[in-house]
């Protein structure tokens, strides 16, 4: 069964800092793996998606990595910002077309 | 953005009343979803569908039903409502379009079951 990990459950970084969120997670056989932002209140929208034959996506200031072997996906946000914070979650999906999300790495980014 | 639309936003009933949760997409993609949200467990599959009246279950699906009758409309039906249903819930959309499959979501619908 594919269990999907964030550490830590919680961080809080000054502005200006570059960060990395981590994801794990333990079945090797992903179809893809996707970033998404939570804010209070919110649905979760999402960020990047990375495909398994994909090493890496980037999107402005985030870069998202995936290695399967390993089983770790790291989310990379550089000159964090106020605005930045949030919950991120990711999620991995299998052939079967479940998604399993991983229960978030809550973000505060202080001014 | 795929277009995804859940009604109601908020609802409050009382125990042992039946809800029913709606979820409208205007794209025409076949892979729908429904989850749930808790503090403590993340976001939990009860349902989901990959087509017309082609639905199977999730890990959280006991106390809950799923009905889709025509493409753009999922339906999530709580046949006698818990407090232990109290949550959010979240309708996603696996976008069909290039075989990515990236998932969308709906904004999101509070249930309180008193």
């Known amino acids: 069964k594919q269990e999907v990990t964030q550490i830590p459950a919680a961080l809080s970084v000054p502005e200006g800092e570059n960060l990395v969120l981590n994801c794990s997670f333990t079945d090797s056989a992903i179809y893809n793996l996707q970033w998404f932002r939570q804010d209070p209140g919110k649905g979760l929208t999402s960020l990047l998606l990375?495909?398994?034959?994909?090493r890496e996506q980037t999107s402005g200031r985030l870069n998202a990595s995936l290695d399967k072997s390993s089983g770790r996906s790291t989310l990379y946000i550089a000159a964090s910002q106020p605005g930045d914070s949030a919950t991120y979650l990711c999620a991995v999906v299998s052939g079967t077309y479940k998604y399993i999300f991983g229960t978030g790495t809550r973000l505060k980014v202080l001014a | 953005d795929a277009g995804i639309t859940q009604s109601p936003r908020h609802k409050v009933t009382e125990t042992g009343t039946p809800v029913t949760l709606r979820c409208h997409q205007t794209?025409?993609?076949?892979?729908m979803y429904w989850y749930r949200q808790d503090p403590g467990h993340g976001l939990r599959l009860i349902h989901y569908?990959?087509?017309?009246?082609?639905?199977d279950k999730g890990e959280v699906s006991d106390g809950y039903s799923v009905s889709r009758s025509k493409t753009e409309d999922f339906l999530l039906t709580l046949e006698s409502a818990t407090s232990s249903q109290t949550s959010v819930y979240f309708c996603?959309?696996?976008?069909?379009?290039?075989?990515?499959?990236?998932?969308?979501f709906g904004e999101g619908s509070r249930l309180t079951v008193l």
């Open positions: 794209e025409n993609h076949r892979y």
């Open positions: 569908s990959y087509g017309v009246k082609d639905t």
């Open positions: 996603a959309i696996r976008d069909d379009r290039g075989n990515t499959g990236e998932l969308f």
């Open positions: 990375i495909q398994s034959s994909q």
